[in-house]
């Protein structure tokens, strides 16, 4: 389709002139995400061009060595196809202009020598902004916050902000996510903090909220009566790679469940917010994630499952088991999978159920929201050779072909009655001419024009965590995993959750292809 003027996008005003302190700046987070997302923002206009960057790290670099550390590292990912964002060539002048942007400041984030220094560069900087970003290990929040904090660099003035941007997990359980929420907010307000989750930086899942309350078609539908379950999907072919010690600590439930699988429920199952604001939509998410039913202990191992994959044969390639990968435990327990059932306790979602998984070593790279609208009533077809009626599906995939499709019924050509489920939908690729970016753009401009839509809030936090801590606490007891062969759709055992309620899960990367529910294929009968 061809694109028209509206479908241009449009021009943002630059963000205000800041200075960005990235703690952990020899990080991967950095040199993959971080700055080739302020470079692109640069590019594109969105960035004053009197801002700074400045990499806070321990490691030993001055100026010109970070610049080149970046570099070299931007360059093979620009010209790199297959990675996300990639696709093009560095742009040589542009880099230097904005290399010369870019400064080191060698030290000890847990030591308070770190703030005064950076105290000095903000004296004798063209902005008194600072945006501060935790690109760190978890456990470094709290230290870097009291540290700021002590340092008098939180204060706010009627000309100048500074904000805080910490990346997920945001704790490890309910009662460390309280302690580091009041860690934070000790010694600076809710409103300069900025809780990041990469998630909610993709078109696509800001696409939810347009989709559901721009189109008045879908909210007369968008409740029990007419939707019979919601499917949340986040698979990836990849292992753990290099992450075995992080890995050994999180596990599959808090590296995606608490943040990323209940942001995405949150985004579908939200009320209309009375506007389209941050404070308003934020308030919208708390509400539903404060629904989430916390399953009594005992019906914990009932309502999930948890697994961990096995060698196996992903992309072409044999591929170890995650007791095989570099700093895995022999005997290790920990959950590369997990499938869960959740419920909604309002008078919007009663009775449908949310089932949420997600698993490394999977078939396909696919993350989804599949939503099963309960069938059409078939009375009208007695008689005829319609055996039964199948569901719509409405299908919003977030990566890697984005985009939504829709299923439904159609007549097949012929003399008599037959049925064929059918595809209609748009691909973003095919729609929207769409700059290279690696997803963070959005995010860093929000952090950058002070707008906390797509953050999470303290409420949102502690109340994720609550629904999450029934299964941490059965685990606890039992902490049996069941092995997957790795290239396949995961345990068997995630199968039977949703067959034990007469329902199958929609089938990992499937987005061209016909419905899977009730019954794969055409619902006549010959």
Request: net charge negative; with cysteine.
């Amino acid at each position: 389709m061809t694109q028209t003027d509206s479908q241009q996008p449009k021009n943002a005003p630059p963000a205000d002139n800041t200075t960005m302190f990235i703690f952990g700046a020899s990080g991967d987070l950095v040199k993959r995400l971080l700055v080739p997302s302020l470079y692109n923002l640069d590019r594109d206009g969105l960035l004053d061009r009197g801002m700074t960057i400045v990499g806070v790290d321990i490691a030993e670099h001055d100026d010109d060595g970070f610049r080149t550390h970046l570099k070299d590292f931007i360059a093979d990912k620009a010209a790199d196809k297959h990675a996300e964002g990639g696709g093009h060539e560095l742009d040589e002048d542009h880099w230097q202009d904005f290399a010369q942007r870019i400064h080191y400041l060698q030290g000890d984030f847990t030591q308070s020598d770190v703030f005064e220094q950076i105290r000095s560069h903000l004296e004798q900087a063209d902005s008194d902004n600072a945006l501060f970003y935790c690109a760190t290990a978890p456990r470094f929040f709290g230290d870097i916050a009291t540290g700021l904090g002590k340092a008098d660099l939180m204060k706010e003035g009627d000309n100048r902000y500074r904000r805080l941007v910490v990346e997920k997990p945001f704790g490890h359980d309910l009662e460390s996510a309280k302690a580091l929420n009041a860690q934070l907010l000790e010694v600076m307000k809710e409103e300069q903090i900025y809780r990041i989750d990469h998630f909610l930086g993709k078109e696509t899942v800001q696409n939810i909220l347009v989709a559901r309350f721009a189109n008045v078609l879908f909210e007369p539908f968008w409740n029990n009566h007419y939707i019979d379950h919601i499917q949340i999907t986040a698979a990836e072919t990849v292992g753990v790679e290099t992450r075995g010690k992080f890995y050994e600590k999180s596990g599959a439930m808090r590296d995606m469940v608490p943040n990323h699988l209940f942001q995405l429920l949150a985004m579908v199952a939200i009320e209309p917010p009375a506007a389209f604001g941050a404070d308003a939509l934020r308030s919208e998410k708390a509400k539903v994630l404060g629904a989430l039913r916390p399953w009594p202990r005992e019906e914990v191992h009932h309502n999930s499952v948890r697994g961990q994959y096995r060698a196996g044969h992903v992309n072409d390639s044999d591929v170890p088991g995650y007791r095989d990968e570099p700093d895995v435990a022999e005997d290790s327990n920990t959950e590369t999978y997990v499938a869960m059932k959740m419920m909604v306790d309002n008078w919007r979602w009663v009775n449908v159920p949310f089932y949420l998984r997600t698993g490394k070593r999977l078939s396909a790279r696919d993350t989804e929201i599949a939503i099963c609208f309960k069938p059409a009533p078939y009375a009208q077809f007695r008689g005829t050779d319609v055996a039964q009626m199948n569901s719509n599906w409405l299908i919003i995939q977030l990566q890697p072909n984005e985009g939504m499709w829709f299923d439904f019924q159609a007549k097949r050509p012929g003399p008599e009655l037959e049925m064929d489920t059918v595809k209609m939908g748009f691909a973003y690729k095919d729609f929207f001419d769409l700059p290279a970016a690696t997803g963070y753009e959005t995010l860093i401009y929000d952090c950058l024009t002070g707008d906390q839509m797509l953050f999470q809030r303290v409420d949102t936090i502690e109340n994720s965590w609550r629904a999450v801590q029934p299964f941490l606490d059965a685990w606890a007891e039992d902490n049996s995993v069941e092995g997957y062969e790795a290239g396949s759709e995961g345990p068997q055992s995630a199968s039977e959750l949703l067959e034990r309620d007469g329902r199958q899960w929609h089938k990992i990367g499937e987005v061209t292809g016909p419905g899977v529910a009730p019954v794969p294929g055409s619902s006549r009968r010959k």
